[in-house]
């Protein structure tokens, strides 16, 4: 059973351009939360995604936008890219009755660097 | 004040140390807790949930004080392989859903 995956591990970008990363969930998971986690930090939600529509967000600005498509795959895109998005993009899935929050599974992580 | 707060870091230990791991959160309506592992350069990984008549899993132990708004993690007989990052985690609903808020992580080093 695969686990979480995250495309691509590393990417090299440069201020003001547009970045899109992807992620495809735990088998049987339905939701799906990015995180943003800054060098010697914890992670920080960005948003979370349940049939394909933006559930719940974090206090990003609007460059930082998604998508969940029908097999529950989901897609975080940032525009204008500033030098502090620089870190690492978490994915998380997890299945989520409409009364709380089972276990979160992670993926391994997108690495963005902004020169 | 954050939402979640950890001691800081790093904790330096020798093997079969016990070293315990303390975190406060600021948002009373928090109803779940967890602690995660996170090894360098890895993701987040589950180590335990907390439950309010704390919980145990073999050398690790897990406490809850709702009072207080405070939860500990304890390693016992620390091992080499236990060196890594330990985030504290809470969940508050909002709503019907709620989404993982993650302190800052406290950086554990086991020395031989």
């Known amino acids: 059973d695969a686990g979480v995956t995250q495309s691509p591990t590393h990417l090299i970008k440069t201020r003001g351009q547009q970045v899109t990363l992807r992620c495809s969930p735990k088998s049987g998971h339905d939701t799906v939360s990015w995180y943003q986690q800054a060098l010697g930090q914890g992670p920080q939600f960005i948003f979370q995604y349940y049939e394909e529509e933006e559930r719940q967000r974090g206090n990003f600005p609007d460059r930082f936008s998604g998508h969940q498509f029908p097999n529950y795959s989901s897609e975080l895109n940032v525009n204008a890219l500033l030098l502090g998005d620089s870190a690492l993009y978490l994915c998380?899935?997890?299945?989520?009755?409409?009364?709380?929050?089972?276990?979160?599974?992670f993926g391994q992580g997108t690495r963005l660097t902004v020169v | 004040r954050k939402e979640v707060e950890q001691d800081p870091g790093p904790f330096n230990v020798p093997e079969g140390a016990t070293v315990a791991f303390n975190c406060t959160y600021s948002?009373?309506?928090?109803?779940?807790f967890f602690w995660y592992r996170q090894d360098c350069r890895k993701e987040p990984k589950l180590l335990m949930s907390v439950y309010s008549s704390g919980n145990e899993d073999g050398r690790f132990t897990a406490q809850l004080n709702r009072a207080s708004q405070y939860i500990s993690l304890l390693i016992r007989d620390s091992k080499l392989s236990d060196s890594a990052t330990y985030l504290c985690?809470?969940?508050?609903?909002?709503?019907?859903?709620?989404?993982?808020?993650f302190g800052k992580g406290t950086k554990l080093s086991v020395k031989p």
């Open positions: 985690v809470v969940i508050f609903y909002g709503g019907s859903q709620g989404n993982l808020i």
């Open positions: 998380a899935s997890s299945s989520v009755p409409d009364w709380g929050v089972t276990e979160a599974f």
């Open positions: 948002n009373s309506a928090s109803q779940s």
